[in-house]
């Protein structure tokens, strides 16, 4: 059993993107080396996993136990004892899921000629990898299609490390650096070719990592985005939250929505961005990027300059304190259409998540106003792609309604999936579905589902085996 639940933990933190390859090989070695340890109690002795993301893990796994315990036993209680059945005619197998080599072995001789860091960027273009990691004492490490995967040279030393990292930066950029032992900000390289970039002060030296920016604002139909997005950009007011997990697409996508506004309407739009990742040309609206650190001190006041720029559309990068979540229900309740980004997974608890960070007397006031400005949530994950070709989007879609307003002033947010799952004709859809039809269209394999799912249930045939048996009975 204990190698079922370690094989168990070993696809979640790996979907969850909690740990690197190197990373979780060398805790899979400690655990086979120990004998008495788990996989999970090993990553949390290393700090890799909290204790948060440990127990969820702990709760899934059992979660999945019982459920497939349950369905095997009542099935088993149904089925009435039968003569041995004539064979049946074979069903063909699902074909398995396309696994594509990040990295080519056959490209280290290339890898191995890379002299400064712009070299590592543009290979990570090139093969249409999403970020780039440097890391003391592993191979630099690329993340193509949602995961993570090493090139094919030695592991860096802290002195290289340093050197590629320090030979992009400013004067006052490695002055920032050496005084805060971190810095983000966006690298532009000589090429044109703009990056989202971290830059940090870790034990054993400096570590970065690299997130590839498009050079245009990729379109609905190109991002897979279903049309009915579109009616969020058609509001005059109101607040348009796109929430999920960190490299789920989240600023893609709001980006895509903010540029059709500059397509389609003749708005004043202001971007507040940490850091500026798109660079919108002005087509139809007038548009004022500003970047965290660089031309404004932080969001929340940034927003309140905004608010006397006589905006039509404000777009934030993220709500990320109680200061800017409260100007930003303001902005769209005083006649502006707000953009913004949360880190929550549904949107039941992007609205709890949105009311926790106010005091609890102020509470009813914050539902109230939200129920009235809220527009819609677009809640994404990307799943990898079973022909090995990219990763889709999985959205749960939430349009304000009467009905839903309602639920949000009483508090009843439990009961908003119910309204979302009979909303079907207003748009609307769970994460659940949308990842249902992504599996019964042969777009995305169940087993990525199942780690996806809010709701298990559904995707139990998916699920690991336990002690060889499945949910299936």
């Not at 004492?137 to 290289?160: D, H, I, T, W």
Request: charged fraction near 20%; glycine fraction near 6%.
């Amino acid at each position: 059993m204990e190698s079922h639940r370690d094989a168990f933990v070993e696809k979640f933190v790996t979907f969850r993107k909690l740990v690197t390859p190197n990373q979780l090989q060398q805790a899979k070695t400690l655990a086979a080396g120990d004998g008495a340890k788990s996989l999970l109690e090993v990553l949390q002795e290393l700090g890799l996993v909290s204790d948060g993301d440990a127990a969820t893990v702990v709760q899934l796994y059992q979660k999945s136990v019982a459920d497939q315990n349950r369905i095997t036993n009542a099935r088993a209680a149904q089925r009435p004892p039968t003569a041995a059945p004539a064979p049946a005619a074979s069903t063909p197998a699902a074909p398995e899921p396309v696994l594509v080599p990040a990295v080519p072995e056959s490209d280290a001789p290339r890898i191995a000629g890379f002299g400064g860091l712009d070299d590592y960027l543009a290979y990570a273009r090139e093969i249409a990898a999403s970020d780039v990691h440097l890391a003391i004492g592993c191979p630099p490490l690329v993340r193509k299609y949602g995961r993570l995967a090493p090139l094919p040279r030695n592991a860096l030393a802290a002195e290289e490390s340093e050197r590629l990292l320090f030979g992009i930066l400013t004067d006052e950029q490695r002055e920032r650096l050496g005084e805060q032992k971190a810095l983000d900000f966006c690298y532009v390289a000589p090429d044109g070719s703009r990056y989202r970039a971290c830059i940090l002060r870790q034990r054993l030296g400096w570590d970065g990592a690299f997130r590839v920016v498009q050079s245009r604002v990729p379109g609905f139909a190109e991002l897979g985005l279903p049309e009915q997005l579109q009616r969020l950009t058609e509001f005059n007011q109101g607040l348009v939250l796109v929430t999920g997990p960190n490299g789920c697409g989240k600023s893609t996508t709001m980006a895509a929505l903010v540029e059709l506004v500059n397509q389609t309407r003749d708005e004043h739009i202001i971007t507040i961005e940490d850091p500026v990742e798109y660079h919108f040309v002005p087509v139809h609206s007038q548009i004022n990027q500003r970047q965290v650190g660089a031309h404004t001190k932080s969001f929340s006041a940034a927003l309140r300059a905004a608010l006397r720029e006589d905006p039509d559309v404000i777009m934030i990068g993220e709500l990320r304190d109680r200061e800017t979540v409260s100007l930003a229900i303001t902005a769209a309740e005083t006649g502006h259409l707000v953009f913004g980004t949360m880190h929550t997974t549904s949107a039941a608890r992007t609205i709890d998540r949105i009311l926790d960070v106010f005091p609890a007397d102020e509470q009813p006031q914050v539902r109230s106003m939200i129920s009235e400005s809220i527009r819609g949530i677009v809640c994404q994950q990307l799943i990898p792609r079973r022909d090995g070709t990219g990763r889709a989007p999985a959205l749960e879609i939430m349009m304000n309604t009467p009905a839903v307003a309602n639920l949000i002033r009483e508090r009843k947010l439990f009961q908003i999936p119910s309204i979302i799952q009979t909303s079907k004709q207003l748009g609307m859809q769970l994460l659940d579905n949308s990842l249902l039809e992504l599996v019964n269209a042969g777009v995305i394999d169940g087993a990525d589902a199942f780690y996806a799912a809010d709701n298990k249930g559904p995707f139990l045939k998916w699920a690991p085996k336990i002690d060889g048996v499945s949910a299936e009975g």
